[in-house]
């Protein structure tokens, strides 16, 4: 059986769509993956989504100001609500959460 050019676009077309629609599908998963502050390796480094909460008595080098946001760790832009770090993998951290592995190089 001979495909026409006709069919071989729209074939390609539904393809080319399907595909989007999947990579869209698999980025919206990934944003909803959020590090809660329970989470084993969250706190072993003292993670919480709101800097202003850190502990101060267990975090003495705390400073004000320093948010997951503009953390050299931090894989998003420094606008960005929720982004990755290389600390937890695919958990997205909070931009204006703290942890105790911060650092600004």
């Not at 931090?74 to 990755?84: K, L, M, R, V």
Request: proline share 3%; net charge neutral; with cysteine.
């Amino acid at each position: 059986m001979t495909t026409t050019r006709r069919e071989f676009i729209v074939v390609g077309i539904g393809s080319a769509v399907g595909l989007c629609a999947a990579l869209t599908a698999s980025r919206d998963a990934r944003a909803d993956d959020r590090l809660s502050e329970s989470d084993p390796a969250a706190t072993a480094v003292g993670y919480v989504s709101v800097a202003a909460k850190v502990d101060k008595s267990r975090f003495p080098d705390y400073k004000t100001g320093q948010t997951c946001n503009n953390c050299s760790l931090f894989q998003g832009s420094p606008t960005d609500a929720w982004g990755g770090c290389s600390l937890f993998g695919a958990k997205q951290v909070a931009g204006g959460g703290w942890c105790s592995s911060y650092t600004n190089m």
